[in-house]
């Protein structure tokens, strides 16, 4: 019992919280609203995460824990909302994913969430996809668990993703909930940069427009209709550092928060999978990390007489198990899906010969691994693989196809480009942010097959250096083969170049790809150092 209250107390000094102090005197009544925020939980129902307090490695997260803690705050709070910031399915382990991410949506229901908006990984699967996971149908593309499937039991709201036809929003904009006689309107908005990080097909028969103008302009509709109090639910993020009340905040969820009508009082953000609990101004921004390992504790209280919020205070709370009962139904459910799953999780696929965690920079053994494993697989001369579609590490010894799932779980194609030495070139280039006047930005690409050195000392498009292909200097006018997954090749991440290349065929699964590849290749340890710094690393150019 002891050790009990000690953990626990260790979980209650991770929390943080920040007060904007009420401005208004005296109110003639007023309403508390409690709100629990989700963000970026991207299909974790398995207690799969830890974090390290201390010295001491915590579990959190997890569907049945996280259902069970929500429970009993609502218990002890009555008007608490539950939220979500998008990203709650796409990019997920298997357990959610071959079944089409419906037993993430089943635990959002029987958590009894209340509203939650898009995040581009609810575009993976394409809009008719979408629109079936959340509103209800048959998968058509399910081989495993093939069922009517109901849907949401709560609405999804986005202001800026519009029907190409009607000119409709494809979700309703906003949501209104009356807790005890205060009117909270919600408005739902994913990240401007949604063509940048998801693939023309997935979006085909939407449009999207920017987010601030789009949140504007129901928040000024809420507030014709008497509705002041406003929570957006932001897909778009940023980093305070440090991450703490104190820190300071950076990043794109700035530039929407900045341009927001005065009548928005919260932005519940996502995307970046930090955290963050902050003020701009008067408006607080708060984000829980990812997968379902935090969530934010949200306090309002509304003025009745100006239907104003008055007091806002966040907490950014570590969802660990200590003093939690996880609801039993969610368990449940969750273990019937992991016993469907079993036999494909468990099957043992390869052998790896040293330990290869995600790693963002440019020489990672893993994102060797994966861009060896495309680039045979079409028997490519070069190939690229982005560090966003490597979702999880893979470990020493024996390696399951869950655990390969798991770190590529998007199923894309392999993609064959035949492009000249002076279009990868181009490309290599856009590593830095094409036409951006060569802002420094972490997504440089893992090669197979090729090699340089790159200065960010230098002006963009010219930082790339001494480029070889097998060996031989990179020839401009020499076409080459060019393997990439096909998120990547429809110039995802923002890789224009790739999506101007018309002579293309397609090649495996990706997944697939790297399965052979381990098979073919035990203890496989790629060739490291194929890329390298000419000069220290510098922001901005």
Known sequence: MEHMKTRTFITLALCASVVYPATAAKHSGAVPVHILALNDFHGHIQADRTITVRGQKLPVGGAAWLTGIFRARRAAQPGTLLVDAGDMVGASPPVSSLFRDEPTVEFLNMAHFDVGTLGNHEFDRGIPEMRRLWGGGVSKS????????????????????????????????????????????????????????????????????????????????????????????????GTQEPPTPEGTLTGAVLDVADKLDQDVDVVVSAHSHQYTNAFRGKLLITQARSYGSAFAAIDLTVDLASGDIVRKKATIVDAVHDGVKPANDVAAMVKSYEDAAAPRINKVVGELGADMPTDRGPNSLLGALIADAQRESVHADVAFMNPGGVRAGLTKGKVTWGQVFTCQPFNNQVTVLHMTGAQ????????????????????????????????????????????????????????????????????GDGFPEFATIKDRSLGPNDLDALISYLAAHPGVIPEAGRVHAASAPKTGG
């Open 142 to 237: 399910s081989r495993y668990y093939p069922r009517p499937f109901p849907g949401a039991r709560f609405p999804m709201i986005c202001a800026n993703i519009l029907d190409e036809k009607t000119g409709k929003t494809l979700f309703p904009p906003y949501l209104i909930k009356t807790v005890g006689a205060a009117r909270v309107g919600f408005i739902g908005a994913v990240t401007g940069e949604l063509a940048a990080v998801t693939s023309a097909a997935s979006r085909k028969g939407v449009r999207e427009i920017d987010p601030a103008t789009a949140i504007n302009q129901w928040a000024r509709y809420l507030g014709s209709h008497g509705v002041h109090s406003i929570v957006v639910l932001l897909h778009e993020g």
């Open 424 to 491: 990868i070139k181009t490309a290599l280039e856009q590593q830095w942010g094409a036409g951006s006047g060569g802002e420094a930005r972490a997504t440089v690409l893992y090669p197979s097959g090729l090699t340089y050195d790159f200065d960010e000392s230098q002006p963009y498009g010219a930082r790339v250096q001494n480029p070889t292909v097998g060996g031989a200097p990179l020839a401009e006018t020499q076409v080459y083969a060019v393997a990439m997954n096909s998120f990547l090749a429809g110039g």
